[in-house]
């Protein structure tokens, strides 16, 4: 090729990507209204790289009513639990922790003509949120029986404190507790805001944000800044894409670190701090007069792994659990769906296997007087 | 363990993988920037000697211990080449690669290499510096020696043309020796211990811990053409060790091809290399093109294939849906690293194969082979098929000369029975295809009847490609019958492609139809206008940087 054409056509390669870029960002721009949810599916997909805070900002607006619905999920301060209706002489039971543990709430509630459910979750909730939610519960009280979820996909995660530091694909701000596992138990560090409001003042105030973003950087090893910060590049297709790309491979590294061919590694701080929050756990809700029981969701592809490494917890501590491989094949695709949740029948089939594990931990009643 | 479920199980989770250079990463990236800057500013012999650390560099990025493997495969080759066709050795000839290949085996096996580049940079070290074979290493060091002067003094004692057949024996016995033992010897055991059970001998397998060699197929054959073309007096043999060494450790085609021939790349290493202006653009357009086909296609759609074939009661659009999603990726997978691979080489002013040229447009399983994996199937039809007796016989001659070629082209790819049934199904293709054209001569194609040829033959592939990417033979007869029987219907249970990949499909069938009505030439692009080319290779660019969010895997065929 000669030269000239050589150069011409260079030129006109860098031509048409930025004419690609803008044309992405035109054809496919994410609806500016905070309160659309159902944004086109291609818009969704070249928005995914876009910085934390570029999508946060977008999503969030001082008045909640105006706000993106997400944001207001999985605050901490008010802490909501969903209470469904109580059963006649029925035993209620809470469960914490992500929409898999939702889903089973709402089966066990239908399935089990005994225990009336009660739910505190967060959308994709690692089990370090879940845990905070339980020790800030008021009314945790009226249950005889507390539920704390924790899933495979997302253990790796529990060492984070905040979902927008690790989900790279949808912006949720809520925060939750950063447990740190010692030779003396958990120690518990509350994040930096845990209400919609005293975010909403973090995020509006550069000063108090900043120093938020310092305590993650501290506190977060998912924190990165180049993924978290805004800047002018957000308005590139393209850049959005690399960003994403670099988010997936940071993403692929910390899990990684906890897992390898055999399983998660033992060693990992994901695996030391799940191990320690399921023995405060089980003493916690002990001493609160509570039976705990351990909700261990395996996500397609990981078989049992977190069972493996949980199971020496769970046998020390005397913890009544449902690893969902004991149910359901981890391998089998049409055993989830396609997004990763259970199918409706086999949520059923785990809410009535949980029932049957709760029944066996509960202390049997008094049994009445012979005549 | 079977290499399915090892190295590049394609697109496979993220378990059991080795952590190496992917041309695909960002330290690919930045090696290639960095020996490209060096290579402009050195001499002709410091850019081979710095091609070669950088090779051993990209090779060791898997695992240093089997560079040393490499390093003894080369010297091997080396020394036999010479004897082979000189009949002796000069003392520098002996003496470079002896004192290379100590230093290797002290460096690389005696040393825990990884911790000893630890401990040179400062950073702390977990064990120990020394590793328990370090014992063994000092042993086997003047053992080999004695092992490599006796068979010397045996090998130029003989007359010329035992010589050299003898030469040229213990290059291949050499080379087989190190892939039967990384390779193949676990599923050698495992078969013979299921055969003794069937036939009712009790017997257990005892299994040893083999990590399969990163491109270890790959740079044994190409090492092992170059003593039989040396026997065949096809070439001479080199007198610089380190040129040969170059030759065997490239690193662009160093894991997965295309496999070289000495008469081809040799020449190259061994005298200044000219980069052209047309070279250097002809070789990024390679780059971003294997790039777009990996990237974008091959692992945008490895989840479907993946799914499909990991499903234990798949329906019958799941099956078609997973093959033929395997038929788009394994070609993706495999061609892009080559385009990327010859890219790469031109940079640099080296010339490599042509290893894919429009595959699913071939219209027989002979054109098919002329097509796919050029590198290999010439390397088998070269010294394999010709060495049997090629086509100098009868026609059931003929056939059985095929069968063998592809029943150990099979094996080639894997140690596990699905690819010598594999090899097997090709070698029955191949041989109903010649025996139909003997008797029905070749006719000449129309528009319609070409077309219905190469629609016909691609059924027929991809059946094949099943047969390859089953996971067990029990899954092929699974497959297979629910194939027959249609079971489970239309219904498609497996993962949609990504968004990179649907689109990319249909840009590479645009473009690779556009090249066959020119004819197939590989260049045809240059005709058209700046402004349609620069539309096609921003379209390219744009959709991998697409697919660079798809989960990366492993290109397929590291694993062989």
């Not at chain 2, 397998?205 to 990590?211: G, L």
């Given at each position: 090729?000669?030269?000239?054409?050589?150069?011409?056509?260079?030129?006109?390669?860098?031509?048409?990507?930025?004419?690609?870029?803008?044309?992405?960002?035109?054809?496919?721009?994410?609806?500016?209204?905070?309160?659309?949810?159902?944004?086109?599916?291609?818009?969704?997909?070249?928005?995914?790289?876009?910085?934390?805070?570029?999508?946060?900002?977008?999503?969030?607006?001082?008045?909640?009513?105006?706000?993106?619905?997400?944001?207001?999920?999985?605050?901490?301060?008010?802490?909501?639990?969903?209470?469904?209706?109580?059963?006649?002489?029925?035993?209620?039971?809470?469960?914490?922790?992500?929409?898999?543990?939702?889903?089973?709430?709402?089966?066990?509630?239908?399935?089990?003509?005994?225990?009336?459910?009660?739910?505190?979750?967060?959308?994709?909730?690692?089990?370090?949120?879940?845990?905070?939610?339980?020790?800030?519960?008021?009314?945790?009280?009226?249950?005889?029986?507390?539920?704390?979820?924790?899933?495979?996909?997302?253990?790796?995660?529990?060492?984070?404190?905040?979902?927008?530091?690790?989900?790279?694909?949808?912006?949720?701000?809520?925060?939750?507790?950063?447990?740190?596992?010692?030779?003396?138990?958990?120690?518990?560090?509350?994040?930096?805001?845990?209400?919609?409001?005293?975010?909403?003042?973090?995020?509006?105030?550069?000063?108090?944000?900043?120093?938020?973003?310092?305590?993650?950087?501290?506190?977060?090893?998912?924190?990165?800044?180049?993924?978290?910060?805004?800047?002018?590049?957000?308005?590139?297709?393209?850049?959005?894409?690399?960003?994403?790309?670099?988010?997936?491979?940071?993403?692929?590294?910390?899990?990684?670190?906890?897992?390898?061919?055999?399983?998660?590694?033992?060693?990992?701080?994901?695996?030391?701090?799940?191990?320690?929050?399921?023995?405060?756990?089980?003493?916690?809700?002990?001493?609160?007069?509570?039976?705990?029981?351990?909700?261990?969701?395996?996500?397609?592809?990981?078989?049992?792994?977190?069972?493996?490494?949980?199971?020496?917890?769970?046998?020390?501590?005397?913890?009544?659990?449902?690893?969902?491989?004991?149910?359901?094949?981890?391998?089998?695709?049409?055993?989830?769906?396609?997004?990763?949740?259970?199918?409706?029948?086999?949520?059923?089939?785990?809410?009535?296997?949980?029932?049957?594990?709760?029944?066996?931990?509960?202390?049997?009643?008094?049994?009445?007087?012979?005549? | 363990?079977?290499?399915?479920?090892?190295?590049?199980?394609?697109?496979?989770?993220?378990?059991?993988?080795?952590?190496?250079?992917?041309?695909?990463?960002?330290?690919?990236?930045?090696?290639?920037?960095?020996?490209?800057?060096?290579?402009?500013?050195?001499?002709?012999?410091?850019?081979?000697?710095?091609?070669?650390?950088?090779?051993?560099?990209?090779?060791?990025?898997?695992?240093?211990?089997?560079?040393?493997?490499?390093?003894?495969?080369?010297?091997?080759?080396?020394?036999?080449?010479?004897?082979?066709?000189?009949?002796?050795?000069?003392?520098?000839?002996?003496?470079?690669?002896?004192?290379?290949?100590?230093?290797?085996?002290?460096?690389?096996?005696?040393?825990?290499?990884?911790?000893?580049?630890?401990?040179?940079?400062?950073?702390?070290?977990?064990?120990?510096?020394?590793?328990?074979?370090?014992?063994?290493?000092?042993?086997?060091?003047?053992?080999?020696?004695?092992?490599?002067?006796?068979?010397?003094?045996?090998?130029?004692?003989?007359?010329?043309?035992?010589?050299?057949?003898?030469?040229?024996?213990?290059?291949?016995?050499?080379?087989?020796?190190?892939?039967?033992?990384?390779?193949?010897?676990?599923?050698?055991?495992?078969?013979?211990?299921?055969?003794?059970?069937?036939?009712?001998?009790?017997?257990?397998?005892?299994?040893?811990?083999?990590?399969?060699?990163?491109?270890?197929?790959?740079?044994?054959?190409?090492?092992?053409?170059?003593?039989?073309?040396?026997?065949?007096?096809?070439?001479?043999?080199?007198?610089?060790?380190?040129?040969?060494?170059?030759?065997?450790?490239?690193?662009?085609?160093?894991?997965?091809?295309?496999?070289?021939?000495?008469?081809?790349?040799?020449?190259?290493m061994a005298s200044p290399r000219v980069i052209t202006f047309d070279d250097s653009m002809r070789g990024l357009f390679l780059i971003v093109f294997g790039l777009f086909k990996k990237v974008a296609i091959a692992d945008g759609i490895a989840a479907t294939a993946n799914q499909a074939f990991a499903m234990p009661n798949a329906t019958w659009g799941t099956i078609v849906a997973g093959t033929l999603a395997f038929a788009v990726q394994i070609y993706c997978d495999f061609s892009g690293y080559s385009d990327i691979a010859r890219g790469v080489?031109?940079?640099?002013?080296?010339?490599?194969?042509?290893?894919?040229?429009?595959?699913?447009?071939?219209?027989?399983?002979?054109?098919?082979?002329?097509?796919?994996?050029?590198?290999?199937?010439?390397?088998?039809?070269?010294?394999?098929?010709?060495?049997?007796?090629?086509?100098?016989?009868?026609?059931?001659?003929?056939?059985?000369?095929?069968?063998?070629?592809?029943?150990?082209?099979?094996?080639?790819?894997?140690?596990?029975?699905?690819?010598?049934?594999?090899?097997?199904?090709?070698?029955?293709?191949?041989?109903?295809?010649?025996?139909?054209?003997?008797?029905?001569?070749?006719?000449?194609?129309?528009?319609?009847?070409?077309?219905?040829?190469?629609?016909?033959?691609?059924?027929?592939?991809?059946?094949?490609?099943?047969?390859?990417?089953?996971?067990?033979?029990?899954?092929?007869?699974?497959?297979?019958?629910?194939?027959?029987?249609?079971?489970?219907?239309?219904?498609?249970?497996?993962?949609?492609?990504?968004?990179?990949?649907?689109?990319?499909?249909?840009?590479?069938?645009?473009?690779?139809?556009?090249?066959?009505?020119?004819?197939?030439?590989?260049?045809?692009?240059?005709?058209?206008?700046?402004?349609?080319?620069?539309?096609?290779?921003?379209?390219?660019?744009?959709?991998?940087?697409?697919?660079?969010?798809?989960?990366?895997?492993?290109?397929?065929?590291?694993?062989?």
């Amino acid at each position: 090729m000669p030269k000239r054409k050589a150069f011409a056509t260079v030129a006109w390669t860098l031509l048409w990507l930025l004419a690609i870029d803008f044309a992405a960002n035109v054809l496919f721009a994410y609806p500016r209204d905070p309160r659309n949810t159902q944004p086109n599916a291609v818009a969704l997909y070249f928005d995914y790289g876009r910085s934390m805070e570029g999508r946060l900002r977008r999503a969030t607006r001082a008045d909640p009513a105006a706000a993106a619905p997400i944001t207001q999920a999985g605050w901490y301060e008010p802490l909501v639990a969903t209470r469904r209706p109580p059963k006649p002489d029925g035993v209620e039971v809470t469960i914490y922790g992500m929409s898999h543990a939702m889903r089973l709430a709402d089966a066990l509630q239908t399935e089990s003509d005994r225990y009336s459910v009660r739910s505190v979750g967060a959308p994709g909730a690692t089990m370090n949120w879940a845990y905070g939610a339980y020790l800030r519960d008021q009314d945790k009280g009226s249950s005889k029986v507390a539920i704390l979820a924790v899933m495979s996909s997302t253990l790796p995660m529990i060492v984070s404190p905040a979902p927008m530091d690790w989900n790279t694909s949808f912006a949720l701000p809520y925060t939750a507790d950063r447990f740190v596992a010692g030779d003396g138990g958990i120690e518990r560090l509350p994040p930096p805001y845990d209400s919609f409001r005293e975010y909403v003042r973090t995020l509006d105030d550069p000063a108090s944000w900043e120093r938020a973003n310092a305590w993650f950087a501290r506190h977060d090893p998912y924190y990165d800044r180049f993924l978290v910060r805004e800047t002018w590049l957000d308005n590139s297709t393209m850049f959005r894409l690399i960003r994403r790309a670099l988010a997936q491979r940071r993403d692929r590294a910390l899990r990684d670190g906890a897992r390898d061919g055999a399983g998660f590694r033992p060693d990992s701080e994901a695996v030391r701090v799940a191990n320690a929050l399921i023995a405060d756990f089980a003493r916690t809700a002990r001493a609160n007069g509570q039976v705990p029981v351990i909700y261990a969701v395996d996500s397609m592809g990981y078989g049992d792994d977190l069972y493996r490494v949980i199971a020496g917890s769970l046998q020390r501590e005397k913890v009544a659990y449902l690893s969902t491989h004991t149910v359901i094949d981890p391998q089998d695709p049409t055993a989830y769906l396609a997004d990763s949740h259970f199918t409706d029948e086999n949520d059923r089939l785990l809410a009535r296997a949980m029932a049957q594990v709760i029944d066996r931990a509960m202390p049997s009643p008094p049994r009445a007087p012979r005549p | 363990m079977s290499p399915l479920d090892n190295v590049g199980r394609p697109g496979g989770a993220d378990r059991g993988t080795q952590a190496g250079m992917l041309f695909n990463s960002l330290e690919f990236l930045v090696f290639l920037a960095v020996v490209y800057g060096l290579y402009r500013v050195l001499p002709f012999r410091g850019q081979n000697w710095m091609l070669l650390v950088a090779s051993y560099v990209f090779y060791g990025w898997w695992d240093w211990r089997f560079l040393f493997l490499m390093i003894l495969s080369t010297s091997v080759d080396f020394w036999t080449g010479l004897v082979l066709d000189r009949g002796h050795l000069a003392r520098r000839q002996v003496l470079i690669p002896a004192a290379f290949l100590s230093a290797a085996a002290i460096l690389l096996i005696g040393f825990d290499f990884s911790a000893l580049l630890h401990w040179l940079a400062g950073k702390p070290v977990a064990g120990p510096l020394i590793s328990s074979a370090m014992p063994q290493v000092l042993l086997g060091i003047p053992l080999f020696a004695a092992v490599a002067a006796t068979g010397y003094h045996i090998l130029v004692r003989l007359p010329a043309d035992r010589r050299r057949l003898a030469c040229m024996i213990v290059s291949i016995v050499v080379q087989l020796s190190i892939l039967a033992v990384f390779k193949y010897f676990n599923f050698f055991i495992d078969s013979l211990v299921t055969a003794l059970n069937a036939s009712g001998i009790e017997a257990t397998a005892r299994h040893f811990d083999i990590v399969l060699p990163v491109g270890l197929s790959f740079y044994t054959f190409q090492s092992m053409s170059y003593a039989i073309d040396i026997y065949r007096r096809e070439i001479k043999p080199t007198d610089r060790f380190f040129d040969f060494a170059l030759f065997v450790a490239f690193f662009p085609q160093l894991v997965a091809g295309p496999i070289q021939r000495a008469h081809t790349l040799l020449p190259q290493m061994a005298s200044p290399r000219v980069i052209t202006f047309d070279d250097s653009m002809r070789g990024l357009f390679l780059i971003v093109f294997g790039l777009f086909k990996k990237v974008a296609i091959a692992d945008g759609i490895a989840a479907t294939a993946n799914q499909a074939f990991a499903m234990p009661n798949a329906t019958w659009g799941t099956i078609v849906a997973g093959t033929l999603a395997f038929a788009v990726q394994i070609y993706c997978d495999f061609s892009g690293y080559s385009d990327i691979a010859r890219g790469v080489a031109k940079l640099f002013g080296v010339d490599l194969m042509v290893n894919f040229n429009q595959p699913y447009f071939a219209k027989s399983p002979r054109e098919f082979w002329q097509r796919w994996h050029i590198s290999l199937s010439t390397w088998l039809s070269d010294y394999l098929y010709k060495s049997l007796g090629g086509n100098r016989g009868t026609l059931a001659f003929t056939c059985r000369n095929l069968m063998l070629t592809m029943l150990l082209g099979g094996l080639w790819h894997g140690a596990a029975w699905n690819y010598v049934l594999w090899g097997f199904y090709h070698g029955t293709v191949l041989c109903a295809h010649r025996v139909l054209r003997e008797r029905l001569g070749a006719a000449r194609d129309t528009v319609v009847s070409g077309t219905a040829k190469i629609l016909g033959f691609g059924l027929i592939t991809l059946y094949g490609w099943l047969l390859f990417r089953a996971t067990s033979l029990q899954q092929v007869l699974s497959f297979s019958h629910t194939l027959l029987t249609g079971e489970g219907g239309l219904t498609i249970n497996t993962a949609r492609p990504g968004l990179s990949a649907a689109i990319g499909v249909a840009l590479l069938a645009v473009w690779e139809l556009a090249q066959y009505r020119s004819g197939g030439e590989a260049r045809f692009y240059r005709r058209l206008p700046a402004p349609v080319i620069g539309l096609a290779a921003a379209l390219m660019v744009f959709l991998t940087l697409m697919g660079t969010s798809n989960e990366p895997a492993q290109f397929i065929y590291f694993q062989f």
